[in-house]
């Protein structure tokens, strides 16, 4: 349903656009970029030319805490309007605050649960509850068929979908995966306020996460050539030879390759810790939040044996610009 994008600002002239086919709805605050231009394009090919996609452009003051960046949150909507135009989105939906909370702040909100006290809603008290709560009210504003969200917000990304099931939303939920800059930095609209050398420094969240991810890899061959060794005394010399030619592998590796591989979450969380300690010290320092490996289903920290999906994710701040970084692992099966 393509044509001259359309800028919406009332929930009633919202419901008086027409419907054609289904509709994708991507939520924002603005400052959008390419990461979102993503997400809108993923939207117009889930829904095809005859579908339907909004964007809603809205700086929530609910997730925003004491101290946080409301006030200077970038706002750019002339801008936004030019990259939904271009990602093929049909109408932006940017109402002011009183039209999404008519009544102030309200006085009913949806409150995340145990999920989401932890990891970011440990940091930003609150912050989750106001997130969910004006995803829950735009999506009754927008009624779509699906709603696309970026992976790059995993612990957000989780608790919609939690959401949408417990409360039995008519919406499916689809995540995205994260846009990264050409050295790895995720693209986000907080990195507008870093200055060259912040920028270098917060390079180290995302090579954090790649050496856990390459951490995984070596250790998952190390495992497979360790079960592949013959029983008995040769699978001891098979092993001791492993341990010789690979030599980029700690003892620690070897180790788990032994024991069939138990242990590799805790050399992954060590492989991108090295990095993240390191870059504590460069000039400005980064300032670790947290760095966690956790079970997508309830962000609760993997133990040692696990297997199966799981995020490594990662918090910290360089100056005065907090910023976030995940990705996904998957372990067993020598994945």
């Known amino acids: 349903m393509t044509g001259p994008l359309q800028l919406l600002n009332t929930a009633e002239e919202l419901h008086a656009l027409p419907r054609g086919g289904r509709r994708a709805v991507v939520m924002t605050m603005g400052a959008l970029h390419e990461g979102h231009a993503t997400l809108i394009r993923t939207a117009r090919e889930e829904v095809g030319p005859q579908g339907q996609v909004v964007v809603t452009v809205f700086v929530n003051p609910l997730q925003f805490g004491a101290g946080e960046d409301l006030d200077r949150y970038p706002r750019t909507l002339d801008a936004d309007l030019l990259v939904c135009e271009g990602a093929g989105a049909d109408a932006v939906f940017a109402p002011a605050v009183d039209e999404v909370y008519p009544g102030g702040d309200p006085q009913v909100r949806i409150a995340a649960g145990p999920m989401g006290e932890r990891l970011e809603g440990a940091t930003r008290p609150g912050h989750f509850d106001g997130m969910l709560t004006v995803v829950a009210k735009l999506l009754h504003l927008t009624r779509p068929g699906l709603a696309l969200f970026g992976q790059k917000d995993a612990q957000q990304l989780a608790l919609i979908r939690r959401m949408v099931t417990d409360l039995n939303f008519p919406v499916e939920v689809v995540g995205v995966p994260t846009v990264r800059e050409d050295d790895g930095l995720a693209l986000s609209s907080r990195n507008r306020y870093l200055g060259p050398a912040e920028r270098r420094t917060a390079l180290a969240l995302s090579r954090a996460l790649f050496a856990g991810r390459d951490r995984l890899a070596a250790q998952a061959a190390l495992c497979a050539r360790a079960e592949a060794a013959p029983a008995g005394g040769g699978r001891a010399t098979g092993l001791a030879r492993l341990g010789e030619i690979r030599a980029s592998a700690d003892a620690h590796a ?82």
């Open 254 to 335: 070897v180790s788990a390759a032994a024991t069939g591989g138990t242990g590799l979450p805790d050399a992954v969380r060590a492989a991108a810790r090295h990095v993240l300690e390191e870059a504590a010290r460069y000039e400005p320092p980064l300032v670790l939040d947290y760095l966690a490996l956790v079970d997508p289903q309830d962000f609760t920290d993997v133990g040692p044996d696990f297997t199966g999906r799981a995020v490594l994710a990662v918090a910290a701040k360089v100056g005065t610009t907090r910023l976030i970084d995940n990705i996904p692992l998957e372990f067993g099966a020598h994945a």
